[in-house]
T-cell receptor, first 115, second 115 residues
Framework: AQSVAQPEDQVNVAEGNPLTVKCTYSVSGNPYLFWYVQYPNRGLQFLLKYITGDNLVKGSYGFEAEFNKSQTSFHLKKPSALVSDSALYFCAVRDKSLGGFKTIFGAGTRLFVKA | NAGVTQTPKFQVLKTGQSMTLQCAQDMNHNSMYWYRQDPGMGLRLIYYSASEGTTDKGEVPNGYNVSRLNKREFSLRLESAAPSQTSVYFC??????????????FGPGTRLTVT
């Protein structure tokens, strides 16, 4: 079955430390991969996407993500976490095999950055 | 430029009541979407409209209907609300459903409780 997995419900990190939020997917074909962030009582905001080319993509607010085709992963990273990065993060996949370009979202990972 | 707007922000319904959630976007996007967000389940697609004049079912369409009123507006109707429809509803838009690589832009959400 087509799916997106975010194996950690919650990630805790100290301010200034690097952070990683994990995402793996099971989708046939060559999907497009996205990360979105949701702050409390707000809609999702686009962070970054992988379409093709360089496996390391850079996005908003200093975030970056690494695409690994062999491991079917797209982990979100940031070299130095800020308290303001605390939010809910969603990995998402779009692919024609889903019926048109529908999007599958992961269940979300809550990031807590402690001062 | 307001982006994607949704009304209302909050709503409480009794079982069996009906209501319509309104959504509008001012980005001249062709495609619009309705999602529901439930704890631990990410976002699930209810209906989408790839372009003005077309609508299609998503992952969880039962109990809902939609109308793409024009290019800007996409409404979601609950004909007979059920407690299982208690959720947070998000409207989103993108340049083109057919492109696949486009990110989606989300509204602030409607928090619906059905008692």
């Amino acid at each position: 079955a087509q799916s997106v997995a975010q194996p950690e419900d919650q990630v805790n990190v100290a301010e200034g430390n690097p952070l990683t939020v994990k995402c793996t997917y099971s989708v046939s074909g060559n999907p497009y991969l996205f990360w979105y962030v949701q702050y409390p009582n707000r809609g999702l905001q686009f962070l970054l996407k992988y379409i093709t080319g360089d496996n390391l993509v850079k996005g908003s607010y200093g975030f970056e993500a690494e695409f690994n085709k062999s491991q079917t992963s797209f982990h979100l990273k940031k070299p130095s976490a800020l308290v303001s990065d605390s939010a809910l993060y969603f990995c998402a996949v779009r692919d024609k095999s889903l019926g048109g370009f529908k999007t599958i979202f992961g269940a979300g990972t809550r990031l807590f950055v402690k001062a | 430029n307001a982006g994607v707007t949704q009304t209302p922000k909050f709503q409480v319904l009794k079982t069996g009541q009906s209501m319509t959630l309104q959504c509008a976007q001012d980005m001249n996007h062709n495609s619009m979407y309705w999602y529901r967000q439930d704890p631990g389940m990410g976002l699930r697609l209810i209906y989408y409209s790839a372009s003005e004049g077309t609508t299609d079912k998503g992952e969880v369409p039962n109990g809902y209907n939609v109308s793409r009123l024009n290019k800007r507006e996409f409404s979601l109707r609950l004909e007979s609300a059920a407690p299982s429809q208690t959720s947070v509803y998000f409207c989103a838009s993108s340049q083109s459903f057919l492109t696949g690589s486009d990110e989606q832009y989300f509204g602030p959400g409607t928090r619906l409780t059905v008692t």
